[in-house]
């Protein structure tokens, strides 16, 4: 990997306070029961979407042991790791970038004693693209599009690392007030499932406001799907409501269509 890939490039949608706060958490990315429980208990529903649009899109048995063998895959965002290591378990050539170089380091070690090869780097999306960086049959951009300094823009380096004919599949929270009262208000105040300050109600995104910078990228949305958490089963199910948490499906437009 060239060495300009390990800087972040004067063109940035990175938030220098965004990556701050999660460096503090960097250690607990791997404690079930630490700042990152909630990531934790939504992990299986957003695998389980992310193995099944995968598998659906390139034609793979998803019961298969390794489904996603052969298949290159981006995670922006990494944090320490949680997506990244069942990707790799399925079989996909995993890299995964974080602006935050302390949840690299993290994500490291946990791969390395988990006997994982996975290709981690401090990295911002814009110096991959800078660097040349092939691209990717999946680009995944999980709970990460709301802390950037620029979405849209984002959204497009993003989808440029998409190869034609490729998938992303971007998770996020909707602007709304049921997503402020639940997301926010409920999530880090009243069940404080989260420390407080982790999301700014601001930079939550409508789904429209996703579609459209992949639209204009050259991505068609193919799915939309809501994710809700249900009480009674302490579980997270995909849903029809979008309200609050969402995921959208898109495919890089091939340039013979």
Not at 137 to 146: F, G, K, M, Y
Not at 176 to 199: D, M, N, Q, S, V
Request: hydrophobic share 45%; net charge neutral; charged share 25%.
């Amino acid at each position: 990997m060239p060495a300009d890939a390990e800087t972040t490039p004067q063109r940035s949608s990175v938030d220098p306070a965004e990556i701050e706060k999660f460096s503090k958490m960097a250690a607990e990315w791997w404690d079930p029961f630490g700042k990152f429980r909630p990531l934790h208990k939504f992990n299986p529903i957003r695998l389980g979407y992310i193995r099944d649009a995968a598998c659906a899109h390139f034609r793979r048995d998803r019961r298969a042991r390794r489904p996603l063998e052969g298949l290159r895959l981006l995670d922006v965002g990494c944090g320490g790791g949680l997506v990244c290591e069942p990707m790799s378990r399925l079989g996909a050539t995993v890299v995964g970038i974080d602006a935050a170089p302390a949840n690299i380091e993290v994500a490291k070690l946990h791969a390395a004693e988990a006997g994982l090869d996975i290709d981690y780097r401090a990295a911002t999306l814009e110096a991959l693209l800078e660097a040349g960086e092939p691209p990717f049959d999946i680009v995944l951009n999980l709970e990460v599009v709301e802390h950037v300094a620029d979405p849209a823009a984002f959204l497009k380096d993003s989808a440029a690392l998409v190869k034609p004919g490729g998938l992303m599949i971007v998770a996020t929270i909707n602007r709304t007030l049921k997503a402020f009262a639940l997301a926010k208000i409920g999530a880090e105040y009243i069940l404080r499932w989260l420390p407080r300050g982790t999301h700014d109600p601001r930079k939550f995104l409508k789904p429209e406001e996703v579609k459209a910078p992949l639209a204009e990228a050259g991505m068609t949305v193919t799915a939309t799907a809501g994710v809700s958490y249900q009480p009674l089963l302490d579980l997270w199910r995909v849903t029809e409501d979008t309200d609050v948490n969402y995921m959208v499906t898109a495919v890089k437009r091939s340039e013979r269509i």
